[in-house]
């Protein structure tokens, strides 16, 4: 089984982004959580990541927007 080590989860609501990152965290993962698909491509401009968990419904870029872009920038990232 595969481990990630860099996990980027991406939604808008603030609970759900620390349920993601409190829960990945207790596992060990190194964790960043961020409320939109813009601040998530800068991130992953800038470093590497092995997994981004991405809500489908983002204020401004929707999500499957950015994974569109996701994937043309980082097309290893899962």
Known sequence: MERWEKILVVDD???VRGAFEDILATQGYD???LEGAEAALRRLEADEWDLVI???RLPGMNG???LA????LRPTCR
């Open 13 to 15: 609501e603030r609970h």
């Open 31 to 33: 964790v960043l959580a």
């Open 54 to 56: 991405l809500d489908v």
């Open 64 to 66: 499957l927007d950015a």
């Open 69 to 72: 872009r996701i994937k043309n």
